[in-house]
């Protein structure tokens, strides 16, 4: 199970995410408790399953971003 996160702490890690990786949407969904991040927007002929990615932390989701394709 993820760690509950306070606003403040979800806030601070989706703007340091966001400010590494600019060109990806970063989404925190508290019902779930899951990090997720989409690149776009994409045209459909660049949709690829790296285009979306999610994990159960913001270091996670970092980690999935960085991975080669």
């Keep these: 199970m993820t760690q509950e996160l306070t606003d403040a702490e979800i806030a601070e890690a ?3 995410l ?3 990786f ?4 970063i989404i925190y969904t508290t019902d779930t408790r899951r990090w997720w ?3 776009g927007p ?3 002929e660049h949709i690829d399953p790296r285009s979306s990615v999610d ?3 913001a270091d996670g989701l970092r980690r ?3 991975e080669p394709p």
């Design 42 to 44: 994409l045209v459909r």
């Design 64 to 66: 999935k971003i960085k």
């Design 22 to 25: 600019p060109e990806w949407s």
């Design 14 to 16: 989706k703007a340091k």
């Design 55 to 57: 994990a159960d932390t």
């Design 37 to 39: 991040a989409n690149r």
């Design 18 to 20: 966001r400010a590494e």
